[in-house]
């Protein structure tokens, strides 16, 4: 089993609730709830978000398909590249359309945390485990 590893690992302060890092944290939880190793998934989020400076849904939203398959082969994210960049596209458009490009909506939207967890597992390749990631530290700050 792998260590989880934490928003502060990555550089993510989550602590002000602050939208980027929030985004971040859910850009982070995203790749590492894929059956691929930790270490492998940090390093896929900091080629995208350090690196090429992808740190919001706008921001990611202007990438192309294949731009985001060599971020993610750069990290040696490999085995699901192609269909994690298309499900990180889809994340950021059904964010920006739906939500303003911001994790705070999706909050106001929702009822409690039980709903805004159901929202969150409406993106396409957010299942159990990405929610279960993401709300192990951010829940403190939304809810």
């Known amino acids: 089993m792998?260590?989880?590893?934490?928003?502060?690992?990555?550089?993510?302060?989550?602590?002000?609730?602050?939208?980027?890092?929030?985004?971040k944290w859910l850009l982070a939880s995203f790749l590492m709830g894929k059956r691929i190793q930790g270490a492998i998934a940090a390093k896929a989020y900091q080629v995208i978000v350090e690196q090429h400076q992808r740190d919001t849904p706008q921001k990611l939203a202007h990438c192309s398909h294949r731009q985001l398959v060599v971020m993610l082969?750069?990290?040696?994210?490999?085995?699901?590249?192609?269909?994690?960049?298309?499900?990180?596209?889809?994340?950021?458009?059904?964010?920006?359309?739906?939500?303003?490009?911001?994790?705070?909506?999706?909050?106001?939207?929702?009822?409690?945390?039980?709903?805004?967890?159901?929202?969150?597992?409406?993106?396409?390749g957010i299942g159990p485990k990405t929610v279960e990631i993401f709300m192990r530290e951010a829940a403190a700050v939304l809810f």
Do not use: M, P, W
């Not at 994340?91 to 967890?117: C, M, P, T």
């Open 2 to 23: 792998n260590k989880a590893i934490s928003a502060h690992e990555l550089n993510i302060d989550l602590q002000g609730g602050e939208e980027t890092a929030l985004f």
């Open 73 to 124: 082969g750069q990290a040696h994210y490999v085995r699901y590249d192609e269909s994690t960049a298309s499900r990180l596209l889809a994340l950021a458009h059904k964010l920006n359309a739906e939500y303003d490009g911001k994790i705070g909506n999706i909050v106001e939207a929702s009822a409690d945390r039980q709903a805004f967890e159901k929202r969150l597992g409406e993106f396409e």
